[in-house]
């Protein structure tokens, strides 16, 4: 069988995740197989998914965010919060004392 995806591994690359769960055509499997026989950087690509999937199987997927990282975040921001706060008091003040010892030496 000719290889129609010689040259072409980016294509391939892309079909790889369906190649590799059987979700492809048999006509693309049948393609994409030709091309993994001629090709050694697509074939250590579709390892490198499969080792993926192997590894998510073992340990799980990892969520996206969970309740303590948003409690982290929360806690995170409010510090910022009273952080910024307390400068532009601390400001205000030295700008109210400065102020104040300049009128008071006329």
Do not use: Q
């Not at 393609?31 to 390892?47: D, M, P, Q, W």
């Not at 993926?52 to 982290?72: H, Q």
């Amino acid at each position: 069988m000719k290889d129609y995806f010689k040259g072409k591994c980016e294509i391939v690359k892309d079909l790889l995740p369906l190649y590799s769960d059987g979700s492809c055509s048999p006509v693309t499997s049948e393609y994409i197989g030709a091309h993994l026989v001629t090709c050694k950087s697509c074939r250590n690509y579709l390892a490198t998914i499969k080792n993926n999937r192997v590894t998510e199987k073992a340990f799980g997927e990892i969520p996206d965010s969970s309740p303590d990282f948003e409690k982290l975040i929360a806690k995170i921001r409010r510090h910022k919060i009273v952080t910024r706060s307390a400068f532009a008091a601390v400001t205000v003040g030295l700008l109210a004392l400065n102020i104040s010892l300049w009128l008071t030496n006329d």
